[in-house]
């Protein structure tokens, strides 16, 4: 089996495109605004190269030493696969969605259907839990921010 | 489950708790508003189709709370809550040079319910710099009132031997390049300087930084020559020795700094400068609910406890309404104008 | 100096009845627990905190007014690191460093430990910059008002040289994370030539990224999604299991105390430049002792050194910074520059008529401050069993409850809705460069330290008259930090070398290196 291209490539090469983008539009800026961007990105695409080559070299050692022992590289690092990540992206999917119904519904209510979306979502079955957890959390969020500190909380189209 | 109860039980008995401490800490300010709507009841509208204000009133602040503004703000806002008898609340909308709050401003109805503070210069230079393609200007404000009005001073460190008059300053600056404050590009402190540059000759060079605490410190500090602030910065280290103000850019002296002459009175020309807040509305206001908090406002801002208020941090109070306000502002307007071209615009 | 000869009996006595008031205890309570959950709440920061409730301070008198404001002040730098050790959620910039190695202990059931040595750890650096305060406040002004541009370049610059040893694994993406950071500092408005930098005409770009949007996206979003990631597992927890005391033992004091002072004094030290607060203290803290350690590899991985010494140091800076204010009515950090309008409204102007006129109130606030502070230990302890409990929630509720919290302090920061975008887009990327060996701790540093490092070097600019060179070697402070940034370059190599040939002949086979 043939091991794709290791992630480090990509990321190096989005890195590098970033810098290039970005530094084409400091060419407009004056030339005090425009020094320190200049310097940062260079650094920025060197990090980027360096990386895709670090890459590239991960690439070749996964795929040739496919029999051998897979090699501990860094704990911190894992390689990512789409069943991995495919829930974690679900899960922002749905603070995504939260931010939005909040400009259309305010505080109280999107966040009310959120929880009870993003413990459905979490398999909790206990509708106890879930209304209890929405009531708390509305309750916390009502007396501190409303009553207490007075702090105005995103207002919706309806509410 | 148990657990979760527990936790629950934690969070909602501390907000609880600070609910009832903070409810026992604020019972003066209850009282106050006791005191308050009784004065309503005395000052109960005889004109009987006039209901407004009968909600609270947001105003916004661009900039953070603590600030300058906002300060000046909340001194201000009692009194005229006083006075219109409804809540008057604050709200902090800090961002983009004072823009991110204007630019919400200029988008809620003008229903009279949201107002807010227009602080110049950073106004004007907000939408004359091109580079920042904002298509408004004062004429998408229905204006309230002025309320503060602080004047420019040129100040030395207190123990500077180079510099003890501002004849003495501009002499020499004059042939030589002096670093000056600036709380940034566009800011009233940067526009003084550069008008003394224009007129004058002189050769100041704004070091830019941000807010007025850092050029405070940088010249006490003796690593920038010159302070460029204003009056309601420069006069507490003044008196506390630790700067020397040495002119004032005002059409008259200062109240707050009598013995310290003008540029003006020096021979120096009209040069004038200044930052200036007060409060305006969204463009297309009812007159007559503008006329309620004109008033309101004209009202309170006379209130000699808040003009004590004010005086103590060292801030004049300018109450200016209808065209006079207006006017000033266009006058501000075309000021920046003029020394745009020293800005690269 | 000066104020050493103004406390008299007299005051003292004075100075007791002001504090002994109902008034004055009970704000201090609230200031006290208040500041606490505030500062827990992520997005709720300190500075937040004090601003919410100067309004509060209007028709308190002046005593018990900028008490509670102070009380809150530091109360909420050391409630942030609870959320910080508890659910890697820093609920103020300040306790950033703290999640590195206290969310660690939390993860191997120490999280009592760690919340215990934080509690004492912020307890001693609050009250040893209390009584600095106190005694020393003019003298460390005066020093305050010799930093200026280059020497917060080099500030700066110093400070940069910890992301290379905050990268645990890969240091070729750990610098890179951190040169990331500098990227999203760019944006916004050039202080020294007012051009609005990649702001793509969004006017709330204008102002720069919101360090709190994007350091709540960054830890606590990402944490949200990582814990996902575990979903179906049965039982899922945010941390191990719970062991163990609170209080550290004696004989683990003793070996925290060094950092502690170490960091309390550094704390005091940065708290009292006008442009470094909180949030550079605890990072410089934790290098710090990282440096000075003896096992400096095991920093991040959950030892109580870590926790110590970005606390104390946090905690310090609150003293610290009221120093300049004081004296000076030039803040110490965002805090204290809100602080200052809480003085103004209770018609105090800073400087020296605060010691001598106003000397009783000034010196009843002092010593408010340092009773808070003790005040704040004994509450973190007692409630530190409570507290951990958190834990103990599964994940299916905690999850939501953190994204919640995440939104509302992102919006309340500004009260703009557009930071709470901004938090989204942190958490994602946060998230996917946790999963790649890249690490978020180098960006947040570096969105902090990036604009300090620019706007430093172009002031100098300006104030050397283009002589850079000779300006930087006329000034004796900046020969102190370069000859400090060197060491700190080199020193980890140094160090190495004479540890490898100290332990060559005990090792046998893979080290940590890589």
Redesign the interface.
Known sequence: MRRAVH??VF?GIV?VI?SVL?YA??ST??E??A???TI??T??SI??L??TI?GVGKTRAANSKQAEEPKI??????V?SFS??K??F???LI??A??IL??VLG?FVA?SI??IG??MF???RSWK?IF??VF??D???Y???I????????KGLLF | MKKIFLLFIILTLATFMIAGCGGAVEEPKENVQQEQSEAEKQEATPSEDTSYPDKPITVTISYSAGGGTDTGARILLPYVEEILGVPVNVVNRPGGGGWVGWTYLLNQEPDGYTIGYINTPNLMTGYLNPEYNRDKSIDDFDLISNHVLDYGAIAVKADDDRFQTIDDLIEYAKKNDLTATSTGVGSDDHIAALKVNDEVGTKFVAVHGKGAAHGKAGVMGGHIDVLFANVGEATVPHKNGELRVLAVMSPERSEFLPDIPTLEEKGYGKIYSWSARGIAAPKGIDPEKLQVLSDAFAKAMANAEHIKKMNEMGLAVKPLIGDEYYQFLKDDESGVKKVSHLMGW | MVTLFLINWATILQIMEKLLSIETILALIVGTIGGMIIGALPGLSATMGVALLIPVTFGMDPVSGLTMLTAIYTSAIYGGSISAILIHTPGTPASAATALDGYQMTLQGKGMKALGVTTISSMIGGVISAVALLFLAPPLSLISLKFNAPEYFLIAVFGLTIIGSLSAGSMVKGLASGVFGMVIALIGVDILTGYPRYTFGISSLESGISLVPAMIGLFSLSQVMIQVEKMGTKSVKFTGELKGKVLPTMQEFKSIFPTIIRSSFIGIFVGMLPGAGGDIGSWVGYNEAKRFSKHPEKFGTGIIEGVAAPEAANNAVTGGALIPLLTLGIPGSATTAVLLGGLFIQGLIPGRELFTTHANITYSVIFGFIIANFLMGIAGLSAARLLVKVTEVPSSVLAPIIVVFSVVGSYAINNNVFDIYVMLFFGLAGYLMRKTGFHPAPVVLAIILGPLAENGFRQSLILSRGNMLDYFMSRPICLILIALIILSLFSPMILNRFKERQTTKAKEGISTSS
């Open positions: 992630q480090d990321i890195m970033i970005l539009k400091s800026m004056p005090g605004a020094q320190f961007p940062i990105l650094l920025f990090f980027g360096v990386i670090g590289a860094d704990s911190r690092e894992e990512l991995k990540i829930m974690p679900v899960s922002i603070v995504a939260y931010v909040l400009s505080f966040t959120f929880i993003f413990m979490y398999r909790v839990k209890l957890t708390c959390i309750l916390f969020v007396l501190l921010f009553i207490q500190l007075n702090v105005p909380l995103p």
